[in-house]
């Protein structure tokens, strides 16, 4: 039996794949408090998803997954930081600020997940997320978490990361991507 591809064993996991419109299309916002019942639900379902797909894959850099990509166009997002950080919910998130400092990283999507992009992010990110209570929650976030967060707010825009690659860089195939497993290393950290 051969091994089915990345992308259609997270297909298999209930991940939607690149070419579906609620991919491309932004999520829409819920209005907290008013709405906790379905924001609790439907983060239940990421942590759900998530948990699934760590079984198959292991993420030492940290993992993220956005509603959209199990077809439910809502402003909900989950990241599980490198290490045994707490898991990060993102509800209605919005990036305030960026730092003009950037990098560039290799990034896989579990939406497309049998290649990796070269993508430039900002260093540091200064996020407005609502919390259950209607609240709003500012969070600064660095360097791998920065770009995990972005990564998934990106996706609750309806943006992929290929969008923020620079021009004439294409995704590689996973085989050819050779840092599987490590972490992303910054100076000073």
């Known amino acids: 039996m051969i091994d089915a591809r990345p992308s259609q064993r997270m297909r298999d996991l209930g991940v939607v794949q690149r070419g579906a419109g609620v991919l491309a299309e932004p999520a829409r916002a819920f209005d907290l408090p008013t709405e906790r019942d379905e924001a609790e639900r439907i ?17 030492a850099k940290g993992m993220g997954i956005a509603a959209p990509q199990l077809d439910i166009a809502r402003a909900a997002a989950v990241v599980q930081p490198p290490g045994d950080a707490p898991a990060i919910v993102l509800l ?25 992009g070269l993508v430039p992010r900002p260093l540091e990110i200064t996020v407005d997320a609502t919390a259950l209570t209607g609240e709003t929650v500012t969070t600064a976030y660095e360097r791998g ?31 050819e991507y050779r840092q599987t497993g490590r972490d992303w290393v910054y100076d000073g950290a």
């Open 43 to 59: 983060v239940d379902e990421l942590f759900a998803a998530m948990e699934r797909i760590g079984q198959v894959h292991p993420f």
């Open 92 to 116: 209605n998130p919005r990036i305030t600020t960026s730092s003009e400092e950037t990098d560039e990283r290799y990034e896989g999507c579990l939406s497309f997940f049998d290649v990796r």
């Open 145 to 175: 978490l920065a770009r995990l967060v972005h990564h998934e707010i990106d996706h609750l825009d309806g943006l992929l990361y290929t969008v923020q690659m620079r021009a004439g860089v294409e995704p590689i195939p996973v085989e």
